[in-house]
Structure formats: structure tokens, C-alpha cells
């Protein structure tokens, strides 16, 4: 029976084809929005979207559903939580769209700093203001705040420097191979920046980052850009500081945004002069698209042949486990269930388990990641079968 694939945004069509190629049976519909899939998701195993949010519902209907690929980035429109309770594998598509969310990055910075959207609707309505619109400062010389310097990050940095800026970025710390955010210092670096542009992911930490402590430290009429994610403003503060300090504005998102691609549109942003909004076209590019369309197919190849799941974000990176055992051992049938049974009898959870066989197929390596301590006359007992090698066991 042939893999089923629901792909419910705009996709490129040569990548469709690719995946048909792969003898997969794919249903393209880009006009399915997040009240649509919970009916369409029924018989489908691997589910691509881009913006369209996928539900707990959806999640819950989805019998043969095995896995979902954000073709983008970020995957807060996956509910996560639901697709944890089921098993079902989350992807993404880092990086590939990095360049476009820098380009516009820029583009709102150039234009904040020109007034390019204001030149252009005074010139439709037939009113010339040259006056008005020689005002701008240039971007030379003048300092950049990046807050978020991961892949996007970097990409504006390269380009803020070709434009002779002075960049600063605040980062997000790893400790023991664990993400933390970590914004202590912001009071230092905000106040520096003439311009502040935020790359930050939609998590619990990054929820209202900005808010009226955080403007409090901003210079007057400096300009910021969000081209990451709305939940990261407190747009009632933003709105504040923009009266209080004229900051100037440039998002690519904000709360309340459509999730249909046509229709009417409205927010608490559209009456005030100081603020410019684009349509969440951050990653839209043709060039974007078909970075992230190629390794979406990538992802889905490796899957359906291997097993393998690249970009897999939902796989814990921290367990419950305390030891590991890792078996040595001939590469029999048998061998490794004896193992499995007696950590059974002794009601002992493995909570991750690798197989690896050496060249030649005669000799293989188990690590197993475990709850609880295996005892010594576990291991005595184990080691008293000849196909074993050998047997470590250690805290860790």
C-alpha cells in the first residue's frame, strides 16, 4: 500500500512531482485551512504544512498519521503536545529559509529608514512631499541590535555589515546541551542600538519578551523589526512606546493575523503611521520555497526508505533515564530478547535503546538507556550466556 501524503499549503510543483516519483500518494490541497484538516486528515500517513495550523483535533483524527512536516522553520502552528500523547514524529526545515528572512529584515530597515511605503501612497493619492521624505538618516555607522543570532540572525549580521552598521547580538546560551534563554543584559544592549531586529523562536521564555520594561530601555526614535514571531511583543506596550519615544515599526507578524491567504484583515497596528506590516512573506521567496520543498522530499525519502527522521523536534532531549547498559554481543537471534526479558522481570523502563553492528555482521553493540539500576546478579546472570561479550553498566 502506498505512503499517504497531505500536503495543505502551497507547494512547488516540481517537488510534487518528486515525491509522486517516490511512488507516494499525494493529495495537494494549499487551500485547506486549520478547520479543514481534522475531515481530510483521516487515511493520511505524512502530513507537509507550512502556515496552516494543525490542531489537537486533527492530531486525534489522523489513524494512520505518522508524521508532520513543518515545511519552514518553526512549528508553533503544530500542537505539539498532541503529537507527543500519539506518537507521531514532528520535522522542520531549518535554515533553509534564512537568507529570505534576512533580505526582508533589511528591506524593512531600508524602508523605516527611507519611508518607502509612505513615499509610495503619497505618490498614488498625487501629493509630492519631497520635503518631508529627505529626511532619512542612512544606515551607515549606525548600531544594530540582533536579538536571536541563530541561522537568521547570522544571515542579517553579514548583511548589516556590508552596510558598514556596527552589530551587536544577543544569543541564546547552551548549557549542557540544553537551550536556555538567557536575555539578561538586554538593559546594556538595548539602550546602544539605533536599530533592533528580532529573530527569537515562539517558546514560553520568548512570550512577551518585549513589554514595557524592555521599551523602557529602547533610544527614541529608534527602529525596530519582528520578522520571528508576534507572541515575542507585547503590541500594547509596543503601541505605548511608540507614542511615548516615536519608535518606528516593521513586523512580518502580528496577533490576529489571517490564516487564509486572501480576505479582510484587521489589528490595532493598521491606524497608526509608525508602524509598517507585511504579510508574513518572510520566507517567500521562490528561492526559499524550493530550498525548504527539496529537503521537505529529503525528509520524506529517508523516512519511507530508512526510518530515519531528520529535523525530528519532538524526540526528548532529556529523559527520565539515570543508568546506561551497553551489551556486547554476537549478532544471533535471541540474544538481545534474553536481555529484554530479564529487564522486564525486574520492572526496569528502557527509555532509549541503540543496536549498532560491527563490519563483518558477527559482533554487535546494544546501548540502553535505563530507569533504574540493573544488580549485580542481573549481570552475573546475563554474562553466563556465551553469545555475550561483554557488559558495562554505569550511572549517568
Not at 196 to 204: E, G, K, N, S, V
Not at 334 to 357: M, S, Y
Request: aromatic share 6%.
Amino acid at each position: 500500500m502506498n505512503v499517504k501524503v497531505l500536503i495543505a499549503d502551497k507547494f512547488p510543483e516540481q517537488y510534487i512531482i518528486e515525491m509522486k516519483n517516490l511512488n507516494l500518494d499525494v493529495n495537494y490541497s494549499p487551500k485547506l485551512g486549520e478547520n479543514d484538516l481534522p475531515e481530510s486528515i483521516k487515511d493520511t500517513d505524512i502530513l507537509v504544512v507550512r502556515s496552516t495550523k494543525v490542531n489537537a483535533q486533527t492530531i486525534a483524527n489522523g489513524k494512520n498519521l505518522n508524521l508532520i512536516i513543518r515545511a519552514g522553520a518553526g512549528v508553533n502552528n503544530i500542537d505539539i503536545k498532541a503529537a507527543n500523547q500519539k506518537g507521531i514524529y514532528v520535522a522542520n526545515c531549518p535554515g533553509m529559509n534564512s537568507v529570505a528572512v534576512a533580505e526582508l529584515a533589511m528591506g524593512l530597515m531600508i524602508s523605516l529608514d527611507r519611508k518607502i511605503p509612505d513615499n509610495i501612497i503619497d505618490f498614488r493619492n498625487a501629493k509630492w512631499n519631497k520635503a518631508e521624505y529627505s529626511k532619512a538618516g542612512g544606515l551607515k555607522g549606525k548600531t544594530l541590535g540582533i536579538i536571536g543570532v541563530g541561522a537568521i540572525g547570522k544571515e542579517v549580521a553579514k548583511r548589516a555589515l556590508a552596510f558598514d552598521m556596527k552589530v551587536y547580538g544577543k544569543d541564546i546560551s547552551r548549557i549542557e546541551g540544553v537551550m536556555i534563554k538567557d536575555f539578561s543584559g538586554m538593559d546594556q544592549i538595548l539602550p546602544m542600538c539605533d536599530i533592533i531586529t528580532i529573530h527569537l523562536p515562539a517558546i514560553p521564555e520568548t512570550k512577551g519578551l518585549f513589554n514595557k520594561k524592555m521599551f523602557s530601555y529602547m533610544k527614541p526614535n529608534s527602529l525596530l523589526i519582528n520578522t520571528s514571531r508576534a507572541d515575542v511583543i507585547d503590541e500594547d506596550a509596543l503601541l505605548e512606546a511608540i507614542a511615548e519615544k516615536n519608535i518606528r515599526v516593521a513586523v512580518d507578524v502580528f496577533k490576529g493575523e489571517p490564516e487564509d491567504k486572501t480576505g479582510t484583515v484587521s489589528s490595532k497596528f493598521q491606524s497608526n503611521p509608525n508602524v509598517y506590516v507585511t504579510h508574513h512573506i518572510g520566507a517567500s521567496t521562490e528561492q526559499a520555497q524550493n530550498a525548504v520543498a527539496e529537503e521537505t522530499v529529503r525528509i520524506i525519502k529517508d523516512y519511507t526508505t530508512s526510518g530515519v527522521i531528520a529535523h525530528w523536534v519532538n524526540r526528548a532531549k532529556i529523559t527520565d533515564a539515570k543508568y546506561q547498559l551497553v551489551v556486547k554481543h554476537y549478532d544471533k537471534p535471541g540474544v538481545l530478547a534474553n536481555i529484554f526479558d530479564a529487564i522486564r522481570d525486574n520492572k526496569i523502563n528502557i527509555e532509549e535503546i541503540e543496536n549498532i553492528v560491527f563490519e563483518g555482521g558477527i559482533a554487535a553493540c546494544c546501548t540502553m538507556k535505563l530507569i533504574s539500576a540493573v544488580s549485580p546478579d542481573m549481570i552475573k546472570k546475563m554474562n553466563e550466556n556465551p553469545d555475550i561479550l561483554s557488559i558495562s553498566h554505569v550511572a549517568i
